[in-house]
């Protein structure tokens, strides 16, 4: 599923695989699938993105233009293609998983997804929710920092430096 999303975005196989195999692959290892069939799957994922719409790959610029048909009709036209390239390679991946007998993730194992997401994400400080006494903590330990500033070494060495002077 991430694949057919980013390479519908890109367009290339290549980055598609690399972007987002990094995160598939290790994951479909840690359930159970084998690192050979792991690395297949995401190729396989991440080639149908010459397939899929809206960018897939310059070829559909190119195939608009020659055939003198609007850039829309050749996505439209191959929209079907693609969603049928997705299912069989679902209905593949789903074969094969069985063959080795890895079964559902347990739902025990799923965190929710309000609780996940927001421990996953690194949100930007003003988008988190945070406990008022979590802010307040959080000031008073820059209040302390403040009123008590560490010195590099070289400022020390300054310091002392002229110190000796006087």
């Known amino acids: 599923?991430?694949?057919?999303?980013?390479?519908?975005?890109?367009?290339?196989?290549?980055?598609?695989?690399?972007?987002?195999g990094v995160v598939t692959i290790p994951l479909m290892k840690k359930s159970g699938i084998p690192a050979r069939l792991a690395a297949a799957i995401?190729?396989?994922?991440s080639n149908g993105a010459q397939l899929m719409?809206?960018?897939?790959?310059?070829?559909a610029f190119v195939m608009a233009d020659f055939l003198q048909v609007p850039y829309r009709?050749?996505?439209l036209a191959a929209l079907l293609p693609s969603i049928l390239y997705y299912t069989a390679l679902f209905i593949q991946c789903d074969l094969e998983t069985a063959r080795y007998g890895i079964g559902r993730v347990d739902t025990s194992d799923i965190p929710p997804m309000r609780t996940g997401a927001r421990e996953r994400l690194d949100l930007p400080r003003?988008?988190?929710?945070?406990?008022r006494r979590d802010v307040l903590a959080e000031l008073g330990a820059r209040a302390r920092r403040r009123r008590s500033p560490r010195r590099s070494s070289s400022a020390w060495?300054?310091?002392s430096a002229t110190a000796a002077r006087a």
Do not use: D, N, Q, T
Request: hydrophobic share 55%; proline share 5%; charged share 15%.
């Open 1 to 20: 599923m991430a694949s057919s999303l980013f390479g519908s975005i890109s367009g290339i196989a290549a980055a598609s695989a690399l972007a987002v």
């Open 157 to 159: 060495a300054c310091s």
């Open 73 to 75: 009709e050749v996505a």
């Open 126 to 131: 003003a988008l988190r929710r945070r406990r």
């Open 53 to 59: 719409p809206p960018v897939m790959g310059a070829v």
């Open 42 to 45: 995401e190729a396989c994922a």
